[in-house]
Every structure is written in structure tokens, then in C-alpha cells.
């Protein structure tokens, strides 16, 4: 059986980027809910002085969330004009190539990824209304 994957990730936002981070994501969000349909949620959440940013990314499966990652580099690249990553959170089992992604991404970026793989139970309900 699949199990659902969240992956969280969170971020600096640079000093005077915010409102260019706005705009770059609101393009790039349009472009991933149109070529990545797997992927079941990513939303997006700035505190109130919009210094730390946290986007949650919701899949249902590892291959969901691999389809998603192709491409993520130059997205990642063309976002990190903007903000800067303060760490990654992945709950459920990734690929093995997420993992190792993830684990270099982390390490590069000199921050933590905290995985916690193992699915207890729970459900995804879809909007409704």
C-alpha cells in the first residue's frame, strides 16, 4: 500500500526579498500545480516579520514525490535569489534518491533533515466545498 509522504522545508527569507519571493513562487506555483498533478499539496507560510518561510509539500507515494524533485535543482537555484534554507523535515519513506538529494542539500546548506520514516496510520481528506 502507498503511504503519503509531507515534506517540509524551511527557510531565511533575505533581508528586502520578500516581496520578489512572492512573486518569483506565485509563477512557480502555477507551473508545478500544471506539470506535477501527483504532488497534493504545497503551501507556502511566512511568519509575521517574513523572515522565516515554511513550505509544505504533501505526495502521496515515493514516486509522487521523485516526479516532483525532477527539476527541484534549478527551481531551488532561481529561489535561492530570495531566501536561504534554515532546514528539512521528510515524514514517510522517500527514494533512496531523495534521501541522498536531500542529505547533500542539507549538508551544503549546513543545515538539519530530520526524517522520520515510518507511517503510523492517519488519512488525507480532500477539500471539500
Request: charge should be negative; charged fraction near 20%.
Amino acid at each position: 500500500m502507498a503511504e503519503p509522504i509531507v515534506f517540509i522545508s524551511h527557510f531565511k527569507v533575505k533581508a528586502g526579498k520578500l516581496e520578489g519571493f512572492k512573486r518569483a513562487f506565485q509563477e512557480t506555483i502555477k507551473l508545478l500545480e500544471a506539470e506535477k498533478p501527483r504532488t497534493l499539496a504545497q503551501i507556502a507560510y511566512v511568519n509575521d516579520s517574513g523572515t522565516q518561510l515554511t513550505i509544505v509539500h504533501l505526495f502521496g507515494d515515493a514516486d509522487a514525490m521523485d516526479i516532483h524533485f525532477q527539476g527541484a535543482e534549478q527551481r531551488s537555484n532561481a529561489a535561492y535569489e530570495f531566501i536561504e534554507p534554515d532546514g528539512f523535515e521528510i515524514y514517510g519513506t522517500p527514494s533512496n534518491q531523495v534521501v541522498t538529494s536531500m542529505r547533500g542539500e542539507a549538508a551544503v546548506a549546513g543545515v538539519s533533515l530530520n526524517i522520520q520514516p515510518t507511517h503510523l496510520a492517519g488519512f488525507i481528506r480532500p477539500m471539500v466545498g
